[in-house]
C-alpha cells in the first residue's frame, strides 16, 4: 500500500489486522453471533483473538423450513442473512411438517401417526419419548381404540368429537434437559407432562382450550368459555396465580368451501383468535382476520388488563410478534427483524410463505420470496436456534 | 487557584495541552492526582507516549469539554463525532482506532465504550470479503481454515 508522506504514519497503523488484541476482543464481542461468526473469518489475527471471546450464542429467530418430500433435509433460514439459505446435516432425521407441533430452542415438539408426542433436538438428533396420550392422571379418561381415541369425561360421558391435541406448548432447558410439555385434551381439559413423569397430568378447570403459551415457568391460557388463566410452574405442582373472565372468544371458523357456504364474499372474517406473551410479560389476545377472496389479512390486538378487561392496542413499539410461537422479541436487537410488525403465517394449508403485517402502515409484506425451485418447501417454523453444541471449535 | 495538569505530547506536532479540572477528571490515570497532597500552584506534567500524537489528543480533548459542559446537544454531537451514519473512510477509521487506543491509556472508559461500538457497527452486516476490501486486511487464512470459522453445524445451501 502506498504511503503517503504522512510523518504521522509510523506510529498509526497499517491496517486493521495489527489493531492490538485486546481490543480487538472487545470489538468482536459486541458483534451479533451471525456478524461475530463473519468476522472472525476475515483473517488470521481475528480469528485467533475470536477464539479469546466469549462465545456467542444466537439469539435471533429462525426459520426452519420443511421440504415437501420428508426424504430431504430441513432448510434454515435467517432473517439477518436473506441472501443464504442453511441447510441441516443429518439426512436421515425425518421431520414432516405437519407432524411438528411446536418449537423451543433447537428443540421440535414432534407427533407421531400414532399420536405419541416426543421431542427431537435438530441438531444433535437427540430424541426424547414422552409418555403415551392415553396415560392419563386426573379425571377425564382417554383410551386409544382400533379407530382412534374415546374420551370418557368425569361425569361418565363419551363426548362423540374426536382427541384434537389443541395449542401444545413446549420448554426444555438444553443444558440439564428439563422440560415441560402441555396441551389442551379436546375440550376437556389440560394436560402436562414433566422430565421424570410416566404420564400426562390433568389439570381439570382449564376447560376448552384456545390457545396456550408457556413462557418464564408461566403457563398462559384462554379458552373459548371466556376463561384466562395464569399457572405458575415454577414449583413441584402447577399454581394459578392469575383468572379472569373475559369478552366472548369467537371459535375458529374453518376455512373451507363446501355446499353450505356457496359463495365466498370478501367481508373481513375472523378467522383465529391467539394469545401472545409479550417481551414485558403482558398478555395480548390477537384476532386475525382475513378477507376471502382477496387474501388480505388484517390483525387487532387487546392487552389483557388484570381486571379482565381487554384494551385495544395499536402498537407494539420496538417489539415485534412471532404470532405462531406467541411471544414478541424485541426487533432492535435485530436487523433482520421489523419493529411494530407482526409475523405470521398466510394460510393453515402447507405453504411456507411467511408475511409480516405492519402495524404502522396497516399493510401486509412478504419476509423473503424463497427461490428454492428444486426443493418444494412444504411449510415452516419459527425457532430459536442455540448453537453452542454445533460450534465448531 | 485550581490545579492545573499538562499533557505533553511528543512527536510530529509537539504540543501541551493544558487541561482544568472538570476536563482532566474524565481521565481515569489522572484524576488521582488530584487527590495527591501537593502545591496547588504547580503544574503536573504527564509525557504523553510517542504513538498518540497531538491530533488525536486534541480530539480527545475536544470530546472532553462537551462532555464537561453537559450541552444538551451532546447526543448530537457525539454521534457526530464519531460519524456512525456513514461509511467512514481510511482516515477516519484510522483516527477513531487511534482514539480508542489513547482513550485506553489514559483511562477514559467512557470514549473507549463509544469508540469500539462505533467500530462494531461498522462491522455489522458485512460479509468478510467486504470487510477486507474496504479496510484493507488480507486475507490469510486457508480455505479449509476459513470454512471451519464460518461453520456452525450446519451445510450451506447456496451462495
Redesign the interface.
Known sequence: ?EESHN??SH???K???E??SD?LI???E???FT?F????????S??SA?RQCVPKNNNIPWLLLFPEDNNSCC??FNP?EKD??????YLDLVLPRIFCLKTCGSWLLMRNRSSNLYLVNL?TKERINLPPVESQVGTTKLERTVVGFRITCPDGSKPGKPMHIRSPVVWIDEKTKDYLVSWGLGTCCVVYSKKGDNSWTQVPEALDCCDMVYKDHKLYFCSYSRDLRIYDFSGEAPREIFWCRCVYVERFAYDGGGPRRPHVTNRKRLVVTKLVVTVTGDVLKVETYLRPKSRIWSFRLFKVCSSGDFKRVHSLGDESMLLALGITVLANNY?GIRRNSIYFNASHNITSDIFLFNLETRKMEQLHKFDCSSDQLSGNRWFLPS?T????A | MSKIIVLKCV??NPKDFELDEAVAVQFGCIKDLFHSDFDAESKIVVDVP??F?S?IIGRILEFCSSRASFSSDRAYWEQDFFHPCREPNQRK??EL??I??AS?YLGMESL?ELT??S??NY??????LT??SL???????TAE??A????????????
Not at chain 1, 461468526?37 to 476475515?42: C, E, G, P, Q, T
Open positions: 500500500m510523518p504521522n506510529e498509526r497503523l491496517s486493521w489486522s489493531l492490538p481490543l472487545s470489538l468482536l459486541r458483534l451479533s456478524d461468526r463473519r468476522a472472525k473469518s476475515v483473517c488470521r481475528w480469528y475470536s432448510t434454515l439477518e443464504k439459505l442453511y441447510r441441516t446435516q441438531f436487523e448453537f453444541q454445533a460450534v465448531v | 512527536g510530529h510517542m504513538k500524537n491530533y477509521r484510522k482506532i487511534a480508542m487506543e485506553e473507549v469500539t461500538q467500530l462494531a462491522l455489522k452486516g458485512k460479509n468478510p470487510i477486507r479496510w484493507k486486511v488480507e486475507g490469510d487464512l481454515e476459513e471451519k470459522a464460518l461453520a456452525m453445524g450446519v451445510a450451506k445451501l447456496g451462495h
